[in-house]
């Protein structure tokens, strides 16, 4: 592992045995130059790259290490079209042309994961529960939809692990601050991971990424959706009549003077006044929101 921590960086695999193999390489890349170095390896010597998603801070140094040492791209259907087309990254992820705050998200992404929106193109598409041999070590994709729909954990089979990505099992709690996440697939992609019978979970985020427990501490974590709902429930009781009137008061980012933060806080509010009103907890007509 190479630790890159919290957003915008995340955590990194590398695997050595066959071939030289890097899991997102969102981590700083000096980082990852120095323990490639403690095995007589560069950057040059990466094989592969295995994107599990789309999100920025996992594809950072991609087209970087491609350009150094040709490796190839491998990705799932949805990434690989994203990846190819970074004005259709942009509009998947929420920020067309048309959104008020892309400016500003394009400069925190150019800022802190610069190389992101390098241009570029996956080689091998990677359909799920697809197998990836590297001698002795393999590796199994498992598509876990919700936090986007094109997020896949990567199960590495010897020795019974799963790098799981933006399942992330951080303090923050779960992340779905896009149009097109679903706090219903994101749950349900927990419950996959709770049947998986791994030795340990592996962290896209955490500083200790390994986590042996991973079973209690998936279970901490996914309770967050509905703690989450009922801090918006009880803000419409007491009187929010809008998501701005909501989001005035945060309540998953802890300060939302950021633009780009306020936006993702937006999103994911709004994917709970959708689950209220689903389950006949809330109206909203032409935008305004009441209890019933």
């Not at 799920?128 to 590796?139: A, E």
């Not at 007491?238 to 939302?256: C, K, N």
């Amino acid at each position: 592992m190479v630790i890159g921590g919290s957003f915008p960086k995340c955590n990194t695999v590398v695997v050595i045995a066959e071939e030289v193999l890097v899991i997102d390489p969102g981590c700083a890349i000096e980082d990852l130059r120095s323990l490639l170095m403690t095995q007589d390896l560069g950057l040059k010597d990466v094989d592969t790259v295995i994107l599990t998603h789309i999100h920025p801070d996992h594809i950072t140094h991609t087209m970087r290490l491609h350009r150094l040492s040709r490796c190839r791209i491998a990705a799932n259907e949805i990434t690989e079209d994203l990846f190819n087309d970074k004005e259709k990254m942009k509009q998947f992820l929420g920020f067309d042309k048309g959104n008020l705050v892309r400016k500003s998200w394009e400069q925190l992404v150019n800022e802190k994961m610069y190389g992101a929106f390098d241009e570029g193109r996956v080689d091998e598409v990677l359909g799920n529960g697809d197998k990836f041999s590297l001698g002795d070590i393999t590796l199994r994709t498992l598509y876990t939809p919700g936090h986007l729909p094109d997020h896949m954990c990567i199960e590495i089979l010897e020795p019974n692990l799963v790098f799981a990505s933006d399942i992330d099992l951080t303090e923050f709690g779960p992340y779905y601050g896009h149009p097109n996440s679903s706090i219903t697939d994101f749950k349900n992609s927990i419950q996959e991971l709770q049947k998986g019978g791994y030795e340990g979970l592996i962290s896209g985020h955490l500083k200790e990424p390994l986590v042996e427990d991973y079973h209690d501490r998936l279970t901490a974590y996914s309770r967050q959706f509905d703690l989450r709902e009922d801090l918006v429930l009880s803000a419409i009781l007491e009187g929010a009549r809008s998501i701005s009137d909501i989001t005035a008061t945060p309540i998953i980012y802890p300060s939302l003077i950021n633009p780009v933060y306020l936006q993702f806080e937006t999103w994911m509010i709004e994917h709970h006044v959708s689950s209220l009103v689903a389950n006949g907890l809330v109206t909203e007509d032409k935008g305004k929101l009441s209890p019933l």
